[in-house]
């Protein structure tokens, strides 16, 4: 009696899974999971490809997935989002651009030296610490920094002595200087000067 009744459960697996829809069914299965391994091993590769720049690692993160076979890559796709890269490159580069920004910002903000407090750019004296801000071109009174050596709106050099700027001056429009002057004096010292001898008065 058993024997029969295997016998009998036997004959109807035989018969269901040698049916035409059972096997068109099982076959539709293996090629889905077969296509959604590769696909996932793709996916895989991509986006590995995306969060790190070593040209290997993308190859490895596909393996991981092959490796595990159609019946066991979801393993392998675990296992692959736990070891990957928490940020993609795009994502890294977008938060590296908005904290440069940010600290573009703030070092954008003028602060005073002396207490540290937000001044205006055309300041020259603070108003709570009284320390020199900027100071005034003598030449074109407009604002320059403190640290300029020249005046950016001019060209007026700080660093040149005045008498040098006077030199050239004079020199420019023609005009005679010190120095010229003392030049143009003769050397012997007698010549050109005037006595004070008074003219004989009846021979």
Known sequence: MPSDLSGQLGSVFDSFFSSAIVQLVLYSIVIYLFVVWLAAAYWAFRDMHDRTENPALPYVAAAIILVATPFLFVLGVVVYRVIRPAERLGEVYERNLAEEALLAEVEAIKTCRG?????????????????????????????????????????????????????????????????????????????????????????
Do not use: Y
């Open 115 to 203: 207490c540290d407090r937000r001044v205006d750019d055309e300041w020259i004296i603070c108003p709570w610490c009284r320390s020199r801000l900027n100071r005034v071109c003598p030449n074109c009174e407009r604002l320059v920094g403190l640290d300029w050596t020249l005046c950016a709106w001019c060209g007026k050099d700080f660093e040149r002595p005045v008498a040098i700027d006077r030199a050239v001056a004079g020199s420019t429009l023609g005009i005679p200087t010190a120095e010229g002057i003392g030049r143009a004096l003769p050397s012997g010292g007698t010549a050109g000067t005037i006595t004070n001898r008074k003219p004989a008065i009846g021979g």
